[in-house]
């Protein structure tokens, strides 16, 4: 089973970028589709973006041409590049890894937009 890291989550004014970090241990990341989720208070979780293990990405509607999903096989790690961030992008972002029947969660990085 593979074990998820996040982090990279902060405080950010409206406009600004962070970049989310996911390292994985116990497997390949790149043998799994990963994918990136948010939960906002009050909220039910939604998937922000997800990678196949072939590279082919997808976004949500509300984010697609500010964030980017990326891997690094190198460092067994996946990235969101989240650029133009707004009030109602502030959620908890977890990272997740599914492959066949079996999934992971990390812990969750908060990520606060706010002025």
């Known amino acids: 089973q593979v074990q998820l890291v996040e982090s990279g989550g902060g405080l950010v004014q409206p406009g600004g970028s962070l970049r989310l970090s996911c390292v994985g241990s116990g497997d390949i990341l790149s043998l799994y589709v990963m994918g990136w989720y948010r939960q906002a208070p009050g909220k039910e979780r939604e998937l922000v973006a997800r990678?196949?293990?072939?590279?082919?990405?997808n976004y949500a509607n509300s984010v697609k041409g500010r964030f980017t999903i990326s891997r690094d096989n190198a460092k067994n790690t996946v990235y969101l590049q989240m650029n133009s961030l707004k009030y109602e992008d502030t959620a908890v972002y977890y990272c997740n890894s599914v492959r066949g029947v079996r999934t992971s969660w990390g812990q969750g990085t908060q990520v606060t937009v706010s002025s």
């Open positions: 990678m196949s293990s072939g590279g082919l990405v």
